[in-house]
């Protein structure tokens, strides 16, 4: 999961569910920058991700079977594994700079390791919005059944 880097960042490694998509990820505020979003695809997504510089993911392997789906004003650019359907990252359209980042992808992640994510307000978008910004819609929070046996 943690390989060093010359900035000081962890190279995270990653993957799609079938192992087609391989990358190699350096997160742009770590895992501080998890969130989901409530637009209307993001809710049907359902992913929590987290922030990388277009600079700073490197597809390693089948960068052939990636799939690219754009909608409404096709600003955003999301990124799926043609194989699997897993949807690996995409090009912010709140931030065009920016890669937003499946959490399930990464080595050793889960979305289920954050206790709370803030969900953006997505419905109606930062830059169709006076004023822009980002606003938080409410918050996603897991707790694990302590019941059942780890595994």
Not at 8 to 37: E, I, M, N, P, W
Not at 74 to 91: E, L, N, P, R, V
Request: hydrophobic residues 35%; glycine residues 8%.
């Amino acid at each position: 999961m943690t390989e060093s880097t010359t900035d000081a960042r962890l190279v995270y490694k990653a993957a799609c569910h079938c192992g087609t998509v391989r990358f190699a990820v350096k997160l742009s505020d770590g895992l501080r920058s998890a969130r989901r979003c409530n637009c209307s695809y993001c809710r049907m997504r359902g992913a929590v991700a987290v922030s990388a510089d277009l600079a700073d993911i490197q597809v390693e392997q089948g960068q052939d079977a990636l799939t690219l789906y754009q909608f409404n004003t096709a600003q955003a650019k999301h990124f799926f594994c043609s194989h699997c359907g897993i949807y690996t990252f995409h090009q912010r359209r709140s931030n065009p700079e920016q890669y937003g980042v499946n959490v399930a992808c990464i080595e050793g992640m889960s979305p289920f390791d954050f206790a709370e994510v803030p969900v953006n307000e997505g419905c109606s978008h930062p830059k169709d919005r006076p004023g822009g910004g980002s606003l938080i819609a409410g918050w996603l929070r897991y707790e694990a059944n302590p019941d059942l046996p780890e595994g």
